[in-house]
């Protein structure tokens, strides 16, 4: 028997060759490595605790996103050019109260005498000076020379008048009645003189006036427009119409068949078309450089609504013929207006899409019309808020429908509610919350 095998079979270990090693005893840890061990894993659990905390009721209970709108353009509804029959000489015009400008035309754009037009002005320059209220006599102002010296003044000039007398007393109220309904142009000018100490001092307070209302086109050289130098275009005069008619003293007087006054006896208004086709003002006036004229407002039910009609014809061949064609004029603008339909309850005006997937309508919460004047265009401006969460009904804005100087306000809600994303999208998805 080898020494080798000898020694195996008596219990002693054979050498172990270098691939056949055994690996090394493990080392038990430390107190202090188990102590660190055990301080990372409670810092750690602590720390996924903390940040659970946090982070969870962060997401859960942050706001919504704001979804912002996307609005769908309005589509303009188009102008159509109504046909009018308007006089051949001179120049004309027609608007409406609450109607920007002159709505149709024809003849000159420049400025023309006006005759006594020119005593709308001076009423209006009067009454700003010194107000009155509808029916109330106002201050009452005593005549001296001066006033007897207009009187001849016109006389001299083949003008309308009325009688004075120095020592005279009459109402402001009255001498307004004189000078617009009777055309009296010496008692113009006493109104004018007695509201501005002269009658020049007048023309410089009506030049400011004018300025002020932005009557850059009218020219004024006395206070009754018996020189042809009182002039003024057919937009100046729409919008002197129009002040005329929001001035109620003016336009109470202008709308006066018959008034007495007292010492003057019972004096009629010279408007021929008072009371006919609506007619209900405003002023004749009769030049020999100006032919005859007339500024004009007329009430007319359209489409059941009442809408105030003004216009002006100047340089007509005489009183009975631009009557005739006043009349032609007002049975033909009725058709220049159209009802139209602005929107109708639950119209989509636009959108709101969220990051979390809800989608929404924005839809008219009403309908709404408007009758306009067919040549002007209609306009939309359409206003929309963000959202988070809301409910079907909402109010998210409104859309402002605009003709001319007339606006209409409709209200835009959700068709449908926007709902709250939910936990796991919030949990999932904190960029879009943060």
């Given at each position: 028997m080898a020494a080798g095998h000898s020694a195996a079979f008596r219990g002693i270990p054979a050498t172990v060759a270098y691939d056949e090693r055994v690996p090394p005893t493990k080392q038990p840890l430390t107190t202090k490595q188990v102590y660190r061990r055990r301080r990372i894993a409670v810092f750690?659990?602590?720390?996924?605790?903390?940040?659970?905390?946090?982070?969870a009721p962060l997401t859960l209970l942050a706001p919504a996103p704001t979804s912002e709108p996307t609005a769908i353009p309005y589509s303009a509804i188009g102008p159509v050019t109504p046909v009018l029959s308007f006089p051949s000489y001179g120049a004309a015009g027609i608007g409406a109260v609450g109607y920007d400008g002159v709505l149709a035309r024809s003849g000159t754009e420049d400025a023309l005498p006006i005759a006594s037009i020119t005593k709308v002005i001076t009423a209006l320059v009067v009454l700003d000076a010194h107000p009155l209220a509808p029916g109330e006599p106002g201050p009452t102002a005593t005549f001296t020379a001066t006033d007897e010296q207009f009187y001849a003044e016109q006389v001299a000039q083949d003008g309308i008048v009325a009688p004075v007398a120095a020592g005279q007393t009459m109402s402001e109220r009255n001498m307004l009645d004189l000078a617009l309904m009777a055309s009296a142009n010496n008692y113009a000018q006493s109104a004018a003189a007695w509201a501005f100490g002269t009658e020049g001092a007048y023309v410089e307070a009506a030049g400011a006036w004018l300025a002020g209302n932005g009557l850059t086109g009218t020219t004024i050289t006395d206070a009754t427009g018996i020189q042809p130098t009182n002039t003024s275009t057919v937009t100046d005069l729409i919008a002197i119409a129009k002040l005329a008619l929001d001035n109620p003293v003016v336009a109470e007087i202008a709308a006066t068949t018959v008034v007495d006054i007292p010492g003057i006896g019972v004096v009629e208004n010279r408007n021929g078309l008072l009371g006919i086709d609506g007619?209900?003002?405003?002023?004749?006036?009769?030049?020999?450089?100006?032919?005859?004229?007339l500024l004009f407002s007329a009430d007319h039910e359209i489409a059941g609504e009442t809408v105030t009609l003004v216009g002006v014809v100047l340089g007509g061949p005489d009183h009975d013929t631009i009557n005739t064609a006043i009349r032609g004029l007002l049975a033909e603008v009725d058709s220049g207006f159209r009802t139209v339909e602005l929107a109708t309850a639950g119209q989509v005006f636009g959108s709101y899409t969220t990051p979390w997937g809800d989608a929404s309508n924005v839809v008219a919460a009403e309908g709404s019309s408007l009758l306009a004047w067919s040549e002007l265009p209609v306009t939309a401006q359409i206003d929309l808020a963000g959202i988070q969460v809301a409910a079907k009904g909402t109010p998210v804005g409104s859309v402002t429908f605009s003709v001319g100087e007339r606006t209409t306000v409709v209200p835009l809600v959700l068709e449908e509610s926007i709902d709250d994303p939910g936990p796991w999208w919030r949990l999932g998805n904190p960029g879009e919350l943060f």
């Open positions: 750690g659990g602590v720390a996924l605790v903390l940040a659970a905390g946090f982070y007619v209900d003002g405003i002023k004749t006036g009769t030049l020999d450089e100006s032919g005859a004229c």
